[in-house]
């Protein structure tokens, strides 16, 4: 199959099952590196269509509800990155360009015919089959077509911890795989799991304050971007991504040998 070159080097990150795997912290830890970069997503579960710039690098241009989530979350998390929003993979590519981005990180474009660095996050999990019966999209085998595959505590180490911690928390968030925050929260604390990406309302938080009387919404940082709308006080599950030097290396030697590759066929046609 021809793969699309875009002439700027390309690397996404992406995993082979549903649900949350750390793509997006992964994301945010790699892109915090290069200053001229762009992070270029779908925008699940938004409210507009197209192209629309979440931020330029210099400053958020929109909301969650227009633009998602997910790639409000990444431009607050590494700011000097340009983040856009696009149902067409190839259109945000070529508007980052546009603005003058040297390299772009694409969430989950692995399946894209481009020509680009393949990141993916191989998840330990009990069932191995393909959806339906399993959470597998593709089977494992297609782990090695990645150019990199990366395993948690051989290759990364989850940093968790809470900003603002109160005594009194009420974890409410719309994760996937919610379950998997209760490890790192007091075990007393009530929680209220919602569909991915659910966009909350201010009824459904003041029943749930009413009812629990909490010091504080626990939250994590994906659902903060949603919830600052609201006047309630918030705890927020924090999340880093610790890479090993390895995986920085590797990613930037591609990015320095894509650029020498170009040099090099221009010197030749010149």
């Avoid at 970069?37 to 330029?56: H, N, W």
């Avoid at 007091?186 to 304050?209: A, C, G, M």
């Avoid at 590759?261 to 046609?269: I, Y």
Wanted: a positive charge; hydrophobic letters at 35%.
């Amino acid at each position: 199959m021809h793969e699309q070159d875009f002439h700027l080097p390309i690397v996404s990150v992406g995993n082979l099952i549903v649900g949350g795997s750390g793509k997006t912290p992964t994301i945010a830890v790699l892109a915090k590196r290069y200053e001229k970069c762009a992070i270029v997503l779908r925008g699940y579960r938004r409210e507009s269509k197209g192209l629309r710039i979440v931020s330029d690098g210099k400053a958020l241009l929109c909301n969650a509800k227009e633009c998602g989530d997910e790639a409000v979350m990444l431009a607050q998390m590494v700011p000097n990155a340009v983040v856009i929003v696009c149902e067409r993979r190839e259109e945000g590519i070529k508007k980052a360009q546009e603005m003058g981005c040297e390299a772009v990180f694409l969430d989950d474009a692995f399946h894209k015919p481009y020509q680009k660095f393949d990141i993916l996050i191989d998840v330990d999990t009990p069932n191995r089959f393909c959806l339906p019966s399993g959470p597998y999209r593709l089977p494992r085998f297609f782990l090695s077509k990645a150019d990199l595959v990366i395993k948690e505590k051989r290759d990364f180490l989850r940093s968790v911890w809470i900003s603002n911690p109160q005594e009194k928390m009420v974890l409410v968030t719309s994760i996937a795989n919610p379950k998997r925050l209760l490890s790192y929260v007091p075990r007393e604390t009530k929680t209220y799991f919602f569909e991915d990406h659910h966009h909350f309302t201010k009824e459904e938080l003041e029943k749930i304050w009413r009812k629990e009387q909490p010091d504080s919404f626990l939250v994590t940082r994906k659902d903060a971007v949603k919830l600052k709308q609201f006047s309630y006080p918030l705890s927020i599950l924090e999340l880093e991504m610790k890479l090993k030097d390895e995986v920085y290396e590797k990613v930037d030697r591609y990015i320095k040998e894509y650029y020498e590759k170009k040099d090099t066929n221009r010197s030749d046609t010149a």
